[in-house]
């Protein structure tokens, strides 16, 4: 093989200091590269005279954060894959655009907000007005909304700032605008009262998505209600929630169920309010559920909401927007739901109309927002008719124009798709964009994207415009134009016709249906000026891990858990958080995560950087050249193997979005190839008047240029820190900033199976003595003697050429080497791959003590072997894990009766 890469001119030593110092490097470093202006693409003409970006534009959007965010560690996760991804296509030839931005996250927002004012001021909205309230939110949108944009660029993040966006900027309010009218004038917007999630705290309407599901303790009563014109008869009913009873407007039984078939057509009266409500007769009830009879409460439950259409029962409301009880509520009226509640069940059972009370475990629906228990309102709301819209989204992913990876979250999409209901998007707050609708005097509405003014004539009536609808549009009306209107839709603009679509998208498993599905939905709906293929806003949607504590636990302020990526960053730098995480993060698994597993990074970062100082301090030789002569020792050619055989691996994991894969070969090149094993053999060879150094000294600096680019999309500080070193050792200039420099292409290099071949049998030899040194506590450089078994032709060949690099490498005063050896006295064997080594322990060797070292360590090892059998003998393990962490026990059992098998030898050998 030839060493590529032409003459290069060596320069004296470079000495780098001792550790890569993060807080020195990265702040300076970051700087660096916002003043090349290398984050953000080049115009179209610049980029084709240049010759960049010549494998086309690459799009990502950033899932835009909450104003009212922090960074966490999904944060931290999901923004280092993103730009992962981004650095490597830059690199790759793609003129990349990464386009971050926040969200005004109505509800999260308003509630920080009216918590200061109220805590600094004791003022509430209310007392405001509308128009000072939102200079409120503003103001301190102003100060504390970019907090988390500053926090990503620490990271590391190389989003193009100059077109960072807000939700509510003026250009995003009119795609708004525009989106709302367009779906409005295709009657796919309505207003109608209809049963809605209410948050009681927030006073607003949540959509079904943003809601969470929650199993409480608490109580399952029996209610008995007098049947009317039967004194002593009653029909008993079961709630989990007896205050609602208030509201009830009738009692559904089966038909089938032959205890209440004859009260069907008949009244009960309900307590307290003297209400007569009748009994019904409904094939859906469960007559094994509770007694079999069902209360109807068609105004405060989902399920009664329907069944009361259907029999047309009066809705009754008995509760207000802050949930106390309303005057429907008659001697309950004013009371919390909560106090409500006790005093019915106290009532009732003074009266003896309390039946049964069981203590009973059941889901309770919370808001996502307040943590407070939902409570189903009647309300008017604007709804989006969402069935047509789904269409062309489910035909998206059948069609193979968006995949999921993994793939299995491929199913969630299309399960919520098929079975979508219409989306609540009004919501009754302040902050947010106000939904664009005017009534007239008559209270006929219009939409309009232009604000029309009060007074002015209807465009349909003519009458005068006399108010603007109050509520304002669910924050994910606004979210789910994020990958087009940000580009300048609804205009045509350059950047839209450039960057549109996307290609690629990694977000949380949470917001596949309240974000990703209706991102598709809007693409195919507003891009309606692309052919079908087109309009897809992405290609790619990539769903990450949650990232969860030491215990496999989801992180929460409730369990005080939570681990703060920006500590971290502090501690260890960006490079070594954003390495571990993707380390930790195997493609489809939740993975956990203590604090001290980051310093594996700030190893890793060491590791590297001191590789390079060796390299750096390595080029000295006058002035000499080094000549891209032809490439013979074992070393070398090995290397540079290893080197293309990862490039090529690295790249196709990049490219196939297997983050993790990437990370761990390098991982693996960098640690054990190159340090491991590569700098040590070629240290022997920068003795004055070697003959090999040059050939040495120009691997080196083949090896190290690539393997810095290689590793720059996942530790991009350390990395261009020492590229420039790198160039500056060799007397240049850097050709551009490593982030803009070409991705490895591997010209000049190919695999050399020979020499993989070849080493291989060099490293088994010294990982058995290893082995040895380890399994009978030798000294990690003590010389020793050993025997070597090597029973093929090709392996005692390699070793008898290379016979001074092994015994260098393994530490060994002498060796002998033959086919087959009878193990000799007093002596300790390991085997690796073909060999088998027995290394003779000397004198002052305590065999009895080594004896119960080793039987010590068997049981250990046969513990963990019982440990793992077990584990794979579990059907519910192998039925519910993932098939990833199923292979992952398989192996650490292989592991685990290898071990044991060479400790049992040994003890025997003893």
């Known amino acids: 093989m030839t060493l590529p890469g032409g003459a290069v001119e060596v320069v004296a030593p470079m000495e780098l200091a001792k550790n890569f110092e993060p807080k020195t490097h990265e702040p300076a470093i970051y700087q660096a590269w916002i003043a090349s202006g290398g984050f953000a693409p080049r115009d179209a003409q610049a980029a084709h005279a240049s010759g960049s970006g010549s494998k086309g534009t690459f799009t990502v959007m950033i899932p835009p954060p909450n104003v009212t965010g922090v960074l966490h560690m999904g944060h931290a996760l999901n923004n280092t894959i993103q730009d992962i991804v981004v650095r490597f ?16 996250a109505g509800i999260a927002t308003q509630a920080v907000v009216e918590k200061k004012l109220f805590q600094e001021k004791k003022l ?28 990503l660029r620490g990271l590391g993040s190389s989003c193009d700032w100059s077109r960072t966006k807000f939700t509510l900027d003026e250009d995003m309010s009119t795609a708004v605008r525009d989106a709302f009218v367009r779906l409005w004038e295709k009657g796919l917007i309505y207003r109608g009262a209809r049963l809605v999630n209410w948050d009681c705290v927030l006073t607003t309407a949540v959509s079904d998505d943003e809601i969470e599901y929650v199993a409480r303790k608490g109580k399952l009563w029996q209610l008995r209600y007098p049947l009317d014109g039967k004194p002593g008869e009653f029909i008993t009913v079961a709630t989990t929630r007896p205050e609602t009873m208030l509201g009830d407007t009738g009692v559904a039984v089966n038909p089938a169920d032959e205890r209440y078939r004859h009260l069907i057509g008949s009244f009960a009266v309900l307590p307290f309010l003297g209400r007569k409500i009748p009994i019904v007769g409904d094939e859906t009830v469960e007559s094994g559920f509770g007694t079999g009879a069902v209360k109807i409460t068609p105004g405060h439950d989902p399920a009664d909401y329907e069944r009361g259409a259907r029999f047309k029962l009066p809705i009754v409301m008995i509760m207000e927007k802050d949930g106390r009880m309303s005057a429907e509520a008659g001697p309950f009226a004013g009371l919390s739901r909560e106090k409500a509640r006790d005093a019915v069940v106290k009532e009732l059972d003074a009266l003896g109309l309390l039946g049964e009370v069981v203590d009973h475990e059941h889901n309770v629906a919370l808001s996502d927002r307040s943590k407070s228990v939902i409570e189903p309102m009647v309300s008017e709301q604007w709804f989006v008719k969402m069935q047509p819209l789904a269409v062309p989204a ?12 993994p793939e299995r979250w491929t199913k969630v999409y299309l399960d919520w798709l098929t079975h979508v209901q219409d989306w609540c998007i009004s919501r009754q707050l302040w902050w947010g964009h106000r939904i664009p609708v005017w009534y007239d005097e008559d ?3 219009v939409a309009s994207r232009t604000d029309l003014a009060l007074g002015s004539p209807h465009p349909l009536t003519k009458k005068p415009i006399v108010r603007q609808d109050e509520d304002v549009l669910d924050t994910w009306a606004s979210s789910w134009l994020w990958p087009f209107a940000t580009l300048g839709w609804p205009a045509k603009s350059e950047d839209l016709a450039r960057f549109y679509p996307t290609q690629f998208l990694s977000t949380a498993r949470e917001i596949i249906y309240l974000w990703v599905a209706r991102m598709v939905m809007a693409g195919y709906e507003f891009m309606d000026h692309l052919p079908m293929e087109k309009r897809c806003p992405f290609s790619v949607v990539n769903i990450h891990a949650t990232v969860l504590d030491a215990q496999g636990r989801r992180m929460s302020k409730s369990l005080g858990n939570g681990i703060d990526p920006l500590e971290l960053i502090e501690k260890y730098g960006a490079d070594a958080v954003r390495l571990c995480l993707v380390l930790l993060t195997k493609e489809g698994q939740d993975t956990r995560l203590a604090p001290d597993r980051i310093e594996q ?3 890793f970062g060491n590791k ?33 193997s290893r080197l293309e055989r990862t490039r090529a691996l690295v790249t196709k994991a990049f490219e196939e979005y297997r983050f993790n894969d990437a990370a761990v070969e390098l991982y693996r090149f960098v640690w054990n190839d190159f340090c491991d094993w590569y700098v040590e053999l070629a240290k022997p060879r920068f003795a004055p008047g070697d003959p090999t150094g040059p050939a040495a000294r120009g691997t080196l600096v083949r090896v190290l240029g690539d393997m810095l680019a290689l590793l720059h999309p996942v530790m991009p500080y350390l990395t261009e820190a020492l590229w420039s070193a790198l160039h ?16 490895p292409t591997g010209a000049g290099l190919a695999v050399d199976a020979a020499a993989e071949a070849d080493m291989a049998v060099i490293q088994d030899l010294v990982k058995a003595v290893r082995n040895v040194r380890a399994l009978c506590m030798l000294g990690e450089r003590q010389p020793l003697t050993a025997f070597i078994a090597a029973p093929r032709d090709g392996e005692r060949r390699v070793l008898e050429q290379h016979a001074a690099t092994a015994r260098a490498l393994a530490f060994l005063e002498r060796f002998e080497l033959s086919a087959k050896v009878e193990r000799p006295a007093a002596s300790a064997c390991a085997v690796a791959g073909g060999i088998e080594a027995f290394v003779v322990l000397g004198a002052s060797t305590d065999m009895a003590k080594l004896k119960d070292a080793l039987q010590k360590r068997l049981d250990k090892v046969e513990k963990g072997v019982n440990g793992a059998k077990a584990k794979l003998a579990n059907e519910n393990f192998i039925a519910r894990a993932d098939p990833e962490v199923v292979a992952e026990e398989r192996g650490r059992l292989a592991e ?12 025997t050998g003893l």
């Open 89 to 104: 296509r830059r690199m790759d030839g793609y003129e990349t655009l990464w386009v971050p931005g926040t969200d005004h």
């Open 124 to 151: 509430k909205r209310e007392d405001m007005g509308r128009e000072a309230f939102l200079k409120e939110v503003w103001a301190w949108k102003e100060k504390y909304g970019n907090s988390i944009l500053e926090q």
């Open 394 to 405: 489910i035909e998206a992913v059948k069609s193979g124009r968006l995949r999921f990876t």
């Open 443 to 445: 209270g006929v509405p």
């Open 601 to 603: 990074g700030f190893r």
């Open 608 to 640: 590297v950087w001191n590789a390079a100082r060796f390299v750096l301090a390595n080029l000295d030789g006058e002035r000499a050249q080094i000549s891209s002569a032809t490439v013979t020792r074992l070393e070398d050619r090995w290397i540079l």
């Open 728 to 743: 500056e050792a060799q007397g240049k200039t850097p050709p551009a900033m490593l982030m803009n420099s070409a991705w």
């Open 896 to 907: 685990l009766e290898l071990e044991a098998e060479l400790v049992r030898r040994n003890l």
